[in-house]
C-alpha cells in the first residue's frame, strides 16, 4: 500500500473530464486520494447536499418538500 487511497473519481489525477472540460475533482478535492470524511464534513447538516428537506404536513396527512433553508441562506 502506498498510504491514501486513490480517489475513485479521478482515480488519482486530480482532474474530472465534464464535456472536455477539465474541472477539480469535487470528490477529493483536488488531492487525488479518496478523503470521504473531509466530503462529509462539508455537507449541509440539515438536507446533506441535496438541497430540499421533507416534512410531514399533520393538516394534510402529507409529506411536503421544500428548499433547505439553511443552503438558501448561505447563498
Same mark, same amino acid.
Do not use: F, Y
Given at each position: ?23 477539480? !475533482? ?8 479518496? =478523503?470521504? %470524511?473531509?466530503?462529509? +464534513?462539508?455537507?449541509?447538516? $440539515? !438536507? ?8 410531514? =404536513?399533520? %393538516?394534510?396527512?402529507? +409529506?411536503?418538500?421544500?428548499? $433547505? ?7
Amino acid at each position: 500500500m502506498n498510504g491514501k487511497p486513490t480517489c475513485p473519481q479521478c482515480r488519482g489525477s486530480r482532474v474530472e473530464w465534464v464535456g472536455g472540460i477539465p474541472l477539480a !475533482c469535487h470528490r477529493c478535492d483536488s488531492r487525488g486520494w479518496d =478523503d470521504l %470524511e473531509t466530503a462529509l +464534513l462539508r455537507l449541509c447538516r $440539515c !438536507c446533506l447536499g441535496s438541497g430540499e428537506v421533507v416534512a410531514v =404536513d399533520e %393538516e394534510r396527512r402529507a +409529506l411536503v418538500q421544500a428548499a $433547505c433553508p439553511v443552503c438558501a441562506r448561505s447563498e
